[in-house]
């Protein structure tokens, strides 16, 4: 049926809505590996910072890696946005 609004009539049309679908799959995966990584990073780093030997396991140096933690998914969502803003042509 030519009346649903996800099935295109003619041939620019279609060729409209494979751009838009091929960019949709595409940015979700960009979300998602990005979403896996920050998983991955939040997990793998060890909450105690090591300084030595035996390493310290103070509050202090535990809330400093996780303050450590905290901006580097910061900076993971960012660049996420940032690629979305340039991709737009927002910049």
Request: with cysteine; hydrophobic share 40%; aromatic share 10%.
């Amino acid at each position: 049926m030519a009346g649903f609004p996800h099935e295109p009539t003619d041939d620019a049309g279609a060729f409209k809505y494979d751009r838009y679908w091929t960019g949709r799959t595409a940015w979700s995966e960009v979300f998602c590996n990005s979403r896996i990584f920050s998983r991955l990073m939040w997990l793998r780093v060890p909450p105690i910072l090591k300084s030595g030997p035996e390493g310290f396991k103070d509050q202090e140096g535990e809330r400093t890696v996780m303050v450590g933690n905290a901006i580097a998914l910061g900076l993971i969502q960012g660049s996420t946005v940032a690629l979305k803003h340039h991709l737009r042509g927002e910049i």
